[in-house]
């Protein structure tokens, strides 16, 4: 029973990544029906150029930026809806909304918001005589744009995923912290975080693997990938943008794959230990 | 019971079926290997040389992949049908392959793989020499030949803009040149003739006018953003100081007239304050009444006429203190046929590629658009009736010029360079020490992707 599907992950996702592999050694134009086998050059080529130092660094602070920023935010947030308010469905209705939207049009739309000479934010900042940033021609404006924008569209993952942490938590024991008099700040610190491990280790990994894959609202956002060139975006830009060239942009791809690998079992083999399981 | 063990098929055990799944993945491996030939010299780019076509029967269908150049996705479909009124044995549909001439492009490439190629395509003027090296498309010589295509009608300067080995690679279609657009309210304003100025240094003396004058507009003058073909214009402005970004292949981008022309646009940003750069669209600037000028495509024409609420006055593109004539490039997309497609493709597809360029179609495609009539019989007194500013892009025709190497033939040229130029506009980065960068990349790229492939 088991064979169709072997059969299936074989041929949609071991035979690309077979492949990939193979194109990575080929000096290889898109388009082209020929190429050249050039072993490892591509490899060289990249981390001996200047792009490399640029797109590792874009890469790590965007994916640094991003998992902290939706995590942080979206504890706070589980936090906030972890109350006995009135409104907190619609309020958790709306903080997840933005996470199932399409990215393209999350892009689009706030594109349009931060268009520094007829967007709603330079309007508002004109109004308190303040001058909108160059957020499309400042390379370092521009990934702060993408980053605040990734953030806001997936924070409510973090925050449901964080809510239903919070919600399973022991209430005798929390109960018993508060009569021996642990003050809110005290049981959170001490109690509700460390509980909270597993939730956060969860998220750390499948955060940091779809912010290493984020691509939609980077292309959308920043056609011209100034400020923005993570390393799968320059891998589409290389590939398929104006360079046209598949095995470079291949081993891009390769360094992308064997980056998540890496950190993945980084984060199974230690950063697992530290987690407390109830 | 024993069965026949010719046909018996024996029970999966867990042996066996290891056995399978690892023979499956294995052939899958194996398969992966398969792609583009490594083998052996290349081969050498292919002519239509050695078909008969007369031979040959046109395809009853075929494919058109535009990107619609020019908001023409109208009169495009209205060229279709015409043609479809004057012959009967191919039927042509429109593909809309993408919004802008990159995204054609992808689409095409990625179709060289993968199939479904189109049968007439729109080839930009910084993709169409890939094309060539690819050995993805026909050269057209022969078919425009048995086709009786008076080519010697096409606008010398656009229709050779695709020779190169003595052959024809496309023909012109979507053909622009950039065009000096003002706003004549702001000019009167300022006291100013009614023209544009006959060089940037000239202009430099009156854009302190037009900020004084008109201070609801924020600058003189707004350049194109990186990601709206600013390398295109820059090379009017290298031009008239008597620089080029590139001598056939020897680049030039860090040579002293290039290091001037951008220290003046970066001057006039950051010292004298009276130009800017836009953050997407120049043209939606100028025409929100943001900037009193912008260097566009003649393109955007009808476009900005549409768009702005003022009178739009345009004019040649300023020259420099080196030269003041030929310093506008020509730029645009012309229309080629793809090589892996059979040749009764081809041929319809040649026979589609003519019937647009017949004087009355590119006539008509200019008018709806602003791109400029391809061919010299063209009649356009309808249209200069109608656009008057439509005349100043054909009559700067012939003082235009082909393109540097260095943006049009290079792949990722074009980006580089723009990239470059916006890194010193507006991050103010040191000039010479950028251009030095930029040589030494479009160095790689000539040495690495195009160099090997020249024959």
Same mark, same amino acid.
């Given at each position: ?39 490892? !050059? ?62 393209? !049009? ?22 308190? !005589? /303040? ?57 959170? !610190? ?87 399981? /109830? | ?104 492009? +992808? ?5 060289? +793989? ?103 507009? +924020? ?35 860090? =040579? ?107 006539? =008509? ?91």
């Amino acid at each position: 029973m088991a064979l169709p599907n072997l059969v299936l992950i074989g041929a949609f996702t071991y035979r690309p990544l077979i492949m990939n592999i193979y194109y990575s050694t080929l000096n290889w134009t898109l388009g082209s029906a020929t190429a050249t086998v050039v072993g490892l !050059g591509n490899y060289v080529r990249f981390f001996s150029s200047d792009a490399a130092g640029t797109v590792l660094t874009t890469t790590a602070v965007f994916a640094v930026a991003t998992v902290g920023g939706s995590m942080v935010l979206g504890l706070l947030v589980a936090l906030a809806l972890n109350t006995n308010v009135p409104g907190t469905n619609v309020a958790r209705a709306g903080v997840f909304a933005p996470y199932v939207l399409s990215g393209v !049009g999350v892009g689009l739309v706030w594109l349009f918001i931060f268009d520094p000479v007829y967007g709603v934010l330079a309007y508002v900042l004109r109004r308190f !005589g /303040a001058e909108s940033p160059r957020w499309f021609n400042d390379p370092t404006l521009s990934l702060v744009m993408v980053i605040t924008v990734y953030v806001w569209k997936n924070l409510g993952y973090c925050a449901v995923v964080y809510l239903a942490g919070l919600q399973s938590l022991p209430a005798d024991v929390m109960e018993a912290a508060a009569l021996d008099g642990a003050g809110r700040l005290r049981r959170f !610190g001490y109690m509700s975080l460390p509980l909270l491990g597993p939730t956060t280790f969860f998220l750390l990994i499948t955060t940091i693997l779809s912010s290493l894959q984020a691509f939609d609202l980077i292309r959308i956002m920043t056609p011209t990938s100034q400020g923005t060139r993570t390393l799968i975006y320059e891998a589409y830009v290389q590939g398929f943008g104006a360079y046209q060239r598949a095995g470079y942009s291949a081993a891009i791809s390769v360094v992308l794959f064997v980056l998540l690998i890496t950190l993945t079992i980084i984060q199974i083999a230690w950063v697992d230990r530290k987690v407390h399981y /109830a | 019971m024993k069965g026949n063990p010719l046909t018996m098929v024996p029970p999966l055990d867990r042996r066996r079926f290891l056995a399978i799944t690892g023979g499956g993945i294995g052939a899958l491996a194996l398969s992966a290997c398969a792609g583009p030939i490594t083998s052996g010299a290349a081969p050498s780019p292919t002519t239509s040389t050695g078909t008969d076509w007369s031979k040959v029967t046109p395809a009853p269908e075929i494919t058109f992949w535009s990107n619609h150049p020019g908001k023409s996705q109208d009169v495009e479909t209205a060229l279709i049908n015409a043609y479809h009124k004057t012959q009967t044995e191919t039927k042509v549909t429109l593909v809309t392959a993408g919004a802008s001439y990159e995204e054609v492009a +992808q689409k095409f490439q990625t179709a060289q +793989q993968g199939g479904q190629l189109p049968h007439v395509v729109v080839f930009s003027d910084v993709w169409w020499f890939r094309y060539f090296l690819n050995d993805s498309i026909i050269s057209l010589n022969d078919l425009l030949s048995h086709l009786k295509v008076d080519t010697a009608d096409y606008v010398e300067g656009l229709y050779k803009d695709y020779e190169f080995n003595t052959k024809q690679w496309a023909v012109p279609y979507a053909r622009s040149t950039p065009l000096f657009y003002y706003n004549k309210a702001m000019w009167a304003a300022a006291g100013l003739e009614d023209r544009a100025p006959k060089t940037w240094q000239e202009f430099a003396t009156w854009a302190p006018k037009l900020k004084a004058a008109n201070p609801s507009a +924020q600058v003189a003058h707004m350049y194109s953003a990186a990601s709206d073909y600013d390398s295109w214009t820059l090379q009017n402005k290298i031009w008239g100081e008597g620089g080029a970004l590139s001598k056939d292949w020897t680049i030039t981008c860090d =040579a002293e007239p290039v290091v001037k022309v951008l220290q003046f646009t970066q001057d006039s940003v950051y010292k004298h304050k009276w130009a800017g750069v836009s953050a997407k669209d120049a043209s939606a600037d100028f025409a929100a009444g943001a900037a009193a000028s912008f260097v566009g495509s003649t393109g955007s024409l009808v476009g900005v006429l549409k768009a702005a609420k003022f009178d739009v006055g345009v004019g040649f593109l300023p020259g420099g203190s080196q030269a003041t004539d030929m310093v506008c490039p020509t730029g645009g997309a012309g229309l080629g046929i793809p090589k892996a497609i059979t040749p009764e493709q081809q041929l319809a597809a040649a026979k589609f590629l003519a019937f647009l360029g017949l004087p009355e179609n590119t006539a =008509a495609f200019a008018a709806a658009t602003g791109y400029m009539p391809v061919r010299k019989s063209s009649d356009m007194s309808a249209v200069y009736a109608k656009t008057p500013q439509a005349k100043i892009a054909v009559d700067q025709l012939s003082h235009t010029r082909s393109q540097d190497y260095a943006r049009v033939f290079l792949p990722g040229g074009d980006r580089e360079i723009g990239i470059a130029s916006s890194d010193i506009l507006t991050q103010q980065a040191k000039i010479t020490d950028r251009l030095a960068k930029l040589k030494s990349t479009l160095t790689d790229i000539y040495t690495t992707d195009v160099k090997p492939k020249l024959r």
